[in-house]
């Protein structure tokens, strides 16, 4: 399976952006965006189409989030909810763990640099979401299949 590609909805119209423009990054996204095109609970979706400005800690300067998806879904109770959604592997929704031998490694560093930076994101996020009644969660391996 390609981890990069272009995505071709079947019901363009649920689509909320250009569906001619549709780009995912990972296996995981693409399933998503399957899921999103073809269950019939899911009204409308969106795949970085909202932009959300955060400052980042490492420059201390502002930023903009391109968030994975946003997801309008009708529940079993016959309302809507909208979802903001982050697709990230497990490993990278938890802060890093430092070595075991103590070490700070370079590796270490990024981790902590990747991890504060999306922290910033996920956050601005959820005050994002807040201001409109909508819920801001991450999808992971568990949720989306190994």
């Known amino acids: ?11 363009p119209a649920k689509y909320q952006g250009d569906p001619s423009n549709i780009t ?3 296996s995981w996204e693409l399933r998503m965006m399957k899921y999103c095109d073809s269950h019939p609970g899911v009204l409308s ?10 400052i980042s800690p490492i420059d201390n300067r502002p930023h903009r989030y391109f968030v ?6 009708q529940k079993p109770d016959g309302t809507t909810e ?21 070490k700070v490694t370079r590796r270490f560093i990024r981790e902590v640099e990747t991890w504060g930076v999306n922290s ?9 979401c807040e201001k409109r009644g909508w819920k801001f969660i991450h999808m992971t391996e568990d949720h989306l299949g190994k």
Do not use: C
């Open 1 to 11: 399976m390609a981890y990069r590609g272009r995505f071709s909805p079947k019901n």
């Open 68 to 73: 994975d998806f946003v997801v309008t879904v």
């Open 82 to 102: 909208t979802l903001m959604i982050e697709v990230k592997p497990k490993a990278q929704t938890k802060p890093p763990k430092r070595p075991a031998n103590g």
């Open 24 to 26: 995912y990054r990972s």
């Open 45 to 54: 979706w969106s795949s970085e189409e909202h932009i959300v400005p955060y």
């Open 120 to 128: 910033a994101k996920w956050a601005a996020a959820e005050k994002y």
